[in-house]
């Protein structure tokens, strides 16, 4: 505080000084308990953090569902005739490479017919990107009621009829318009994911 605002008696002077540190004090220490409200809880940073999922005991032709972020993530491991069925529907597909951007872009190691890192391993967020509703699995293929008599297996939205396949791609002319969310995961071993977090290049 510069001299010439302050007082020029001593006793006064000393008073002001006195009063402003005290104040800066108070502020402080009422500002403190707000600023610190301001970071996230332990359960928040809980509900954030990457999931560590053991795929070892997913038998072919099963799938697995976990949380991540208050989400369903599906692992479905593929069999070899599931993994075959998919080039028989790329042409009915709205995306099938997987090049779309924006809000569900899908991850560079995800863009390919399989959509995934390892062939045998999908994962997935179990969300319709329509309007949110968690579609339901239909794996059996052939004639069923609401699906296409050439089904090869895959999800159906139940709300609105939206259809995917077993790599979670969007028929053409669905509701849903764009593939199943791929989430950022990596393998920590050859039976364990790491959801929630991309390998490091």
């Known amino acids: 505080m510069s001299d010439s605002i302050l007082p020029a008696d001593p006793s006064r002077r000393n008073a002001v000084l006195a009063t402003c540190t005290a104040g800066a004090v108070g502020g402080a220490a009422v500002a403190w308990p707000f600023l610190k409200s301001l970071k996230p809880s332990e359960r928040a940073l809980a509900a954030g953090a990457p999931v560590e999922v053991d795929i070892g005991d997913i038998a072919p032709g099963e799938m697995k569902r976990v949380e991540w972020r208050g989400k369903p993530v ?54 319709c990107t329509h309007l949110g509703c ?14 296409p008599d050439d089904w090869q297996g895959g999800f159906l939205c139940p709300c609105h009829g939206s259809l995917f396949d077993l790599s979670g791609r969007v028929f053409a002319n669905m509701p849903a318009p764009d593939n199943l969310p791929v989430p950022p995961y990596y393998y920590l071993s050859d039976t364990r994911l790491l959801i929630g977090e991309e390998k490091a290049a």
């Open 134 to 147: 968690s579609p339901s699995d239909k794996f059996t293929p052939g004639p069923q009621p609401s699906l």
């Open 74 to 127: 599906w692992i479905l491991r593929r069999t070899p005739e599931m993994l075959a069925s998919l080039a028989a529907v790329t042409s009915k597909l709205a995306d099938p490479d997987s090049q779309r951007g924006g809000e569900y872009a899908t991850p560079p190691y995800a863009q390919n017919a399989g959509r995934a890192i390892k062939d045998e391993f999908l994962v997935v967020i179990g969300i």
